[in-house]
């Protein structure tokens, strides 16, 4: 079979399923053509995404642990991997399904059984079309020259919230308020002599940026549940759930293309952490107490005061004393007592932002 070109030599092929014969398959199909990894686990294609940059690669769409239509969201968004192409391979022929695949990103989307050959073919045009990209990129980026990296980082957590707000909570303002809400409380958390040690200025700085990534997670919750009017069954209860550990997988896949962010291990902490309680019923680790990261038990309170005070689709917005009262009730079971004290503290600021900021408030 002669399906390879000029220019696609040394190309690099990541192939991942969870059915090893599947990977055979792959392996004797593209070998002779390519250079071939195959990654049989969700932790074995991360494994392999740390250590090198595939120009392509072929993903099956049922995955344990985390789907394909997930993976190709972490990918998107992970910088260093959202150019590269992503061929669904998949049993599933439902159109929904392949028109969503298509809309999260894939170049391709393959039915199985296929046909080798065809498979090929397909592979060698998607080639042909990244060689003639990088040719015209090649030529643009002699004339324009490189970035810079502090504007790069921020730009980095710009574009995450922006990704974040589009998901979640369309049309309100729940994430800007929630970084303007843990700048304050952060703040005057900070003049407890137990905290003097622990938020300083680049804390509460960081805080103040990061706490609007929270619910990054929640790109891969689909809308029906997230806009679901009423209560939710324990099966979509679940689901939502999974934000948190989505969040970290997705900052863990930024890590990947940029190790020397450590900035994003304080993102990663409350995006983990911001469901947990303080009397250790909370989730996904049912922490309790100050196991819980600080940064975490801030955002718990920020972001419940927030949701609490915005009319959402299961629940009327209460006004803003009843909503300090439910933070206060919360004081030692679902929140740090001593944050909820600062809490206590910093009334005026919070009715500020709520009046100017709030969703009665002028946009
Ligand atoms: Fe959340
Ligand atoms: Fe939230």
Redesign the pocket.
């Known amino acids: 079979m002669n399906t390879g070109s000029f220019d696609d030599f040394g190309m690099h092929i990541l192939c991942i399923d969870d059915s090893a014969s599947q990977l055979v398959l792959y392996r004797d199909l593209l070998e002779g053509m390519y250079r071939v990894s195959l990654a049989e686990t969700y932790e074995e294609a991360v494994a392999c995404l740390s250590s090198m940059r595939p120009d392509l690669i072929l993903l099956d769409m049922n995955m344990p642990k985390v789907s394909g239509l997930a993976f190709l969201d972490i990918l998107r968004y992970t910088p260093n991997y959202a150019s590269v192409p992503v061929i669904i391979v998949s049993g599933d022929s439902d159109v929904e399904h392949v028109k969503e695949a298509f809309r999260r990103g894939a170049a391709d989307y393959v039915l199985k059984p296929y046909d080798g050959e065809e498979l090929a073919l397909r592979i060698n045009r998607l080639f042909q079309l990244i060689a003639r990209a990088r040719r015209s990129e090649r030529v643009s980026l002699s004339v324009e020259g490189s970035g810079v990296l502090a504007p790069a980082q921020a730009l980095l957590v710009q574009s995450l919230s922006d990704l974040a707000s589009a998901r979640d909570n369309e049309n309100t303002r729940h994430l800007e308020r929630v970084g303007l809400y843990a700048r304050a409380l952060a703040e005057t958390a900070a003049k407890n002599p137990l905290f003097r040690n622990s938020i300083d200025g680049p804390f509460i700085d960081k805080i103040a940026e990061m706490a609007r990534l929270?619910?990054i997670g929640k790109v891969n919750i689909p809308d029906y549940i997230l806009k679901k009017e009423g209560p939710l069954t324990d099966r979509e209860r679940e689901h939502v759930r999974t934000?948190?550990t989505d969040g970290a997988r997705m900052i863990d896949m930024i890590r990947l293309s940029f190790p020397d962010y450590a900035f994003l291990d304080f993102a990663r902490e409350l995006v983990l952490s911001?469901?947990e309680r303080w009397d250790g019923t909370g989730y996904p680790g049912a922490l309790a107490a100050r196991a819980i990261p600080l940064s975490a038990r801030i955002v718990a309170i920020v972001?419940t005061f927030d949701a609490i005070t915005t009319d959402r689709p299961y629940g009327k917005a209460v006004g803003f004393d009843e909503a300090s009262a439910i933070i206060a009730e919360g004081r030692g079971t679902a929140f740090d007592p001593d944050i909820a004290d600062a809490f206590k503290f910093c009334q005026a600021r919070f009715r500020e932002i709520y009046e100017k900021q709030g969703e009665g408030a002028p946009a």
């Open positions: 929270h619910d934000h948190t911001h469901h972001d």
